[in-house]
């Protein structure tokens, strides 16, 4: 409960300090060359084919991203009803959902992959809504598929997504890596931890050997997790050397293993930590790592999907970056940077840095000038509700 009550604190006070004029007065029409970016993570089906027929009913068209990258570069003229969408994570719920309901209303977006976490198979692609409305299977049945919307898209359904034209395909790092900040250990990782490819707890943990879709998150059970951050946002941090880990994960087996109790065990993994005597990285580590991590994206995704343009633009996880990152990106070809909401920028605008791109919460679709335009009270207590509910509101 407090984290949902921080989070709507948070949104307060980005209404104050980081929106767009459309999205705190009614107004008749967006200034001219202003085109919103808007983020979507799971895609909820009836939610996304409302805002998709409030783009169409309100005369506003979905573009590309190389479309939108030369708006804000300044090599074409924006005609005043564009908007980008923007899908983080390439969840299942896109390929279930979104995709279907993209091709019914022919709605292009911009879905930002994790390539070190995507599995090659199996080659036979999931059931989606297209074989709902064919009568093949119930909407039941498609629901229990993924229910809380824990995996992500194969690599044979992001090719299909992508050939289709509909959909580009662009990088949200390799890994979307945590990284320990400190080493003063507050948990475990054991049996129902988060172990989804955006926000896995063992993150810290992976090396580019790694192929985490095909790693059972059992292997790094008994292993001390610390307080992290970002990788991408370029601060000194901690790694674990495997000789440690194997110690830690022999104490846990020795202490009962999953029955583990926290309060007596975790004493012994951090007295193990701390005869280890660890130092952080070096900066220069950070940066070489940030670039490898960037670079492994957008080749994967290029090679993947046959498209040497795949991968050339980058979301960050966690809407967090450094001036490390930007400049490992701009260092390995990429194009575009985006992030969340900024108290420096309300809304991108032709000229604009690339490399500095703001993004709204899909919400305030519902705030763009248009006859299905809502009050922003009517927004804000949606999101009220929804998150006093446990949804997972993106």
Known sequence: MLGRLNDLRHEGQALFRSYPPFVTRNLARLTPGEIPVFVFHTIEPDRFEDQLRLL?????RAISAEDYLD?????VAAQGDEVLLTIDDARSSMWRYGFPILKRHETRV????IPGWTADGPEETRPTLDDVWAGKVSAADLARLDSDDQTICTWPELKAMHESGLVDMHSHTYFHRRVFSDLAAIDIVRPGCVTTA???VYSPYLTFAMKPAEIAPESFHGLPLFATHSLQEGKPYFEIPEAV???CRTAYRQHGGDAA?????LPILQAIIDRAALEPCSQAHVTAVIREDLARAKAMLAEK???PTAGSQLCLPFTLGSAETVAMARDIGSTALYW???DTRRINRPGDDPFTLVRLKNDFIWRLPGPQRRSLPAIYLDKTVRRLRGTNPY
């Open 110 to 113: 911009v879905l930002f992959v």
């Open 261 to 265: 109790d926290n309060a007596k065990f």
């Open 305 to 307: 999907l046959g498209d």
């Open 56 to 60: 169409k009913a309100s005369n506003f």
């Open 245 to 247: 880990q194997d110690e």
């Open 340 to 342: 969340g909401v900024s």
């Open 71 to 75: 708006i804000v570069e300044g090599r």
């Open 198 to 200: 955006s926000d896995a």
